[in-house]
């Protein structure tokens, strides 16, 4: 939540892996106000899914949400959750 410049960093680092190493990268824009939906939108890797939430649930809500909707439309074989 308003953490854009660390989430460049951090969102940097791991699409510069490679695809085989890593499939895809859900980011949760927890409500964000500083740019963030704006910039995830202007990117262009297309192992990249963003989950916009309409409001603000706290890291808790929002790393569920993220897990949640990992699970329904991802399929993963496995999940590492981080904060930017």
């Known amino acids: 939540f ?6 460049k960093i951090t969102l940097g680092a791991l699409l510069a ?4 190493d890593l499939s895809a990268v859900l980011i949760v824009d927890n ?24 409001e603000n649930r706290g890291g808790a809500g929002g790393f569920e949400a993220g897990m949640r909707h990992a699970v329904e439309h991802l399929a993963p074989d496995w999940i590492v959750v981080m904060d930017d």
């Open 2 to 7: 308003r953490r854009l410049d660390q989430l």
């Open 17 to 20: 892996q490679p695809a085989r």
């Open 31 to 54: 409500a964000s106000n500083d740019g963030t939906a704006e910039w995830l939108a202007a990117q262009g890797d297309p192992r990249l899914v963003t989950l916009a939430l309409p």
